[in-house]
């Protein structure tokens, strides 16, 4: 993965990514200004063994009512219930998880996603339906960047009738 490709004649020329780019500050200004949508998918979280092995998914995105536990940082070993997905701030807030202020109020501690495992799922049909497709993708070996390609095994199973 040089960069550097070789055409049928033999010329050689540069590789360009028109949808990408590899420079470090407009990775993270895309990552740091991106919106609700997209940032849903960043917050994803890993799934628990048993899920994965049920689903054959490794992670979701994270959302309310899921149930998770924490694996990294103070809180590491607790378990609870996702009660707020705050995107603007990057982070879940979970139920059993709080602090107390000097004026007596408890406020939620929020949690960054990748610090937590997915233990059981909200499902609805829109989840179900991506369990579904994410599980047919990987037991068929197809890979993200292969999702909309055609392949030639594929042209030739068509006219086999």
């Not at 990408?20 to 990775?27: L, Y």
């Not at 895309?30 to 609700?36: D, G, I, L, W």
């Not at 940032?39 to 890993?46: E, F, G, K, T, W």
Request: with cysteine; aromatic share 2%; glycine share 6%.
């Amino acid at each position: 993965c040089s960069g550097v490709e070789e055409d049928q004649t033999g010329t050689t020329r540069m590789k360009v990514t028109i949808r990408r780019t590899r420079d470090r500050r407009k990775q993270r200004k895309a990552h740091f200004t991106a919106p609700s949508h997209i940032r849903r998918i960043l917050m994803s979280a890993p799934l628990s063994k048993d899920l994965r092995a049920k689903y054959n998914v490794r992670r979701m995105p994270v959302r309310k009512d899921d149930d998770v536990r924490v694996m990294r940082g103070s809180h590491k070993g607790r378990d609870g219930k996702v009660v707020a997905c705050y995107r603007l701030r990057w982070v879940i807030h979970v139920d059993k998880i709080t602090r107390e202020k000097a004026n007596g109020a408890t406020v939620q501690i929020g949690i960054d996603a990748s610090n937590v495992e997915i233990t059981k799922l909200k499902l609805d049909k829109d989840r179900k339906a991506l369990l579904e497709k994410r599980a047919k993708r990987r037991k068929s070996g197809k890979s993200k960047e292969d999702k909309g390609k055609v392949v030639q095994n594929d042209v030739a199973m068509q006219d086999v009738d």
